[in-house]
């Protein structure tokens, strides 16, 4: 039998030559396509083939949960194993586990108190935005330290940026029944102030239990000798938002990480398994609504025989009973999907009133007490809250939060639209990934990523969370109408869109006279403090000089 790879990833297009083709049980075939001709490499002839989809074993075997939360609710009691003094903090914040939480809880908390004879698998979990899928590693983690003697850091959990990181830490604290010493360090805090919460005067070894920190400010404080971080007893590390992650990084302070931690890279026997040498314990946790399933993609975290948890858009019923796993994981729409509840309208209006309209809409909705509108970098988003501000004038409260904003300033800015003093967050996307803001009413999408549809499950999903329902507007110009369109129709992501044009007649002389103000105002605004936005970013801490130097190793 030949195969030739047309395109590597979890689904593979393979061609195969028929008089040859046996079926074997890895990979998964499930799906034929009709016949069509290719050239046999090395030889001058057409051959007639079938292209066939494949699933790899990984994702074939993954534990399916619903990712609808309505209705697949379950009971606290349903998982046994959690600690007393942990049970009651969660029957305190939650009064049922959602799906993703039941699915994932069911297999991380017994595994937490037990003690193991070969090490755990490594896990991924991939369900929708807002589901819940911080507590399915909060808990676990908790569970397993039940007290605060430990000398070795027992847990680190990455997050891409500080906000994010940050609520990670204040999600851990509301749960640390233990007096756990959870430690934050991201870039956002005083450096010192994070190295005394890592360090107690008396002693040059930290007694930090957990960490949760962003990538960057880890590997300063881990090769910064003025202290020693242990991480020899490392058992769990949590990857949150692994896919973003693996973009934009080359996985350096993994490297780091996993050297401090003293993990085997590879291990090909069982008397590698066996290794008392090196920690065997380490549990690798990745998690994102937008995890590639593409197993080379996955291969850079190194992860020892993953077990993936994906969310299905099929409900409880359908997942135990009347499907068979192989319906079930064969459906391509499994891959990402926006919450339940989720409205998605899409108005296309002209690009000169783009910001009228965006203003005339949530003039309009005097019900959305918050609105998250996403630019696609900072300067668009400082224009924008600059022109919106003008136009709102004392109607209602607009901010921007972008890297524009350095420090404290952004958390500042972040709580004062959690409690809703600020009515209108204009963000880059920064706020797209992770961030938790209870009840934001509408996310508007106003600039728009043209290759990649992350990026758009993510900003929707500030919305709808936690099974509520939201609201998502897209503004689009005609061109890039077409430029979604494309995207959502290949995410089947179209077929929930409720399609309005706007058009300018809509919009009354009063409307027109106060836009052209509010644009005369912005433009003199630009022109008086041209480099405000950039002004803005001068906290650039200098490097220490008491640090141990380290070179990345890039992979064996
Ligand atoms: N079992 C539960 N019952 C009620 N609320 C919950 C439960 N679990 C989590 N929540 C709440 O749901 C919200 C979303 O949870 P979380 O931030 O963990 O979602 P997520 O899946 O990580 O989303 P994202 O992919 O956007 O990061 C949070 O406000 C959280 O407190």
């Known amino acids: 039998m030949e195969y030739r790879f047309l395109r590597m ?17 890895e990979p998964m075939q499930i799906d034929h396509e009709p016949s069509s001709s290719f050239k046999v490499i090395g030889q001058e002839t057409f051959v007639s083939v079938k292209k066939i989809e494949l699933t790899s074993s990984w994702v ?59 090490p755990s ?17 909060i808990l676990p983690i908790l569970n397993a330290l039940e007290k605060a003697d430990s000398i070795s850091v027992f847990a680190i959990v990455i997050a891409p940026v500080q906000n994010l990181a940050q609520q990670i830490f204040e999600e851990f604290s ?40 962003t990538p960057g400010r880890l590997v300063e404080h881990l090769v910064d000798l003025s202290g020693e971080i242990d991480l020899t007893g490392l058992r769990y590390l949590v990857i949150d938002e692994a896919d973003r992650m693996s973009q934009s990084a080359r996985l350096e302070w993994l490297n780091l990480v996993e050297d401090c931690a003293n993990v085997r890279r590879t291990s090909t026997s069982i008397h590698d398994l066996l290794d008392n040498s090196h920690n ?50 064969v459906d391509s729409h499994d891959r990402i999907f926006l919450p339940d509840l989720l409205k998605h309208e899409v108005v296309t209006c002209e690009l000169p009133t783009k910001p009228l309209v965006l203003f005339s809409w949530i003039k309009k909705h005097s019900e959305w007490k918050k609105v998250l509108i996403f630019a696609n970098d900072r300067t668009s988003s400082y224009r924008l809250s600059l022109l919106l501000q003008f136009l709102a004038s004392d109607q209602f409260v607009v901010n921007e939060l972008s890297s524009n904003l350095f420090g404290k300033r952004r958390s500042k800015v972040l709580n004062r639209f959690k409690n809703g003093t600020i009515r209108v967050l204009i963000s880059s996307d920064l706020m797209a990934r992770g961030i938790d803001v209870q009840d934001i009413d509408c996310v508007v999408n106003y600039d728009h990523h043209k290759e990649d549809v992350r990026h758009f499950i993510h900003r929707a999903g500030r919305t ?35 399609e309005i044009r706007d058009t300018n007649e809509a919009i009354t002389d009063e409307e027109q006279s106060h836009y052209k103000n509010a644009l005369e105002k912005l433009q003199s605004k630009l022109e008086n403090v041209p480099n405000e936005s950039s002004s803005q970013k001068t906290n650039i801490r200098p490097m220490k000089k008491n640090t141990r130097s380290f070179k990345y190793n890039s992979r064996k």
């Open 9 to 25: 990833g979890t689904k593979r297009k393979m061609e195969v030559d028929e008089s040859e083709s046996k079926e074997g049980d």
């Open 60 to 118: 074939s075997s993954a534990v399916r949960f619903p990712g609808s939360i309505q209705d697949n609710l379950s009971e606290l009691n349903s998982i046994s194993g959690i600690r007393k003094g942990l049970m009651k903090k969660i029957r305190k914040h939650i009064p049922s586990w959602f799906p993703v939480q039941k699915a994932v809880l069911s297999v991380l908390i017994p595994s937490s108190v037990a003690t193991p004879v070969l």
């Open 121 to 137: 698998r490594d896990i991924a979990i991939c369900a929708p935005t807002g589901s819940g899928k911080t507590l399915t590693y």
């Open 174 to 213: 509301k749960f640390n029944a233990s007096g756990l010493k959870i430690v934050l360090l991201c870039g956002n805090r005083d450096y010192e102030v994070e190295r005394r919460d890592l360090f107690s005067s008396e002693s040059s070894l930290s007694q930090a239990n957990v960490i949760i920190a």
């Open 280 to 329: 065997r314990w380490l549990q690798k946790i990745l998690v994102s609504a937008t995890l590639s399933l593409d197993v080379e993609k996955l291969h850079m975290w190194n992860l020892r025989s993953p077990q993936l948890f994906h969310a299905t858009l099929h409900n409880a019923k359908e997942i135990h009973s009347n499907k068979t796993v192989e319906e079930i994981t």
């Open 464 to 498: 709808a969370r936690a099974g509520r329902p939201g609201f998502l507007l897209s503004l689009v110009t005609k061109p890039e109408r077409l430029i979604l369109k494309k995207l959502l129709v290949n995410a089947n992501l179209w077929e929930r869109v409720t």
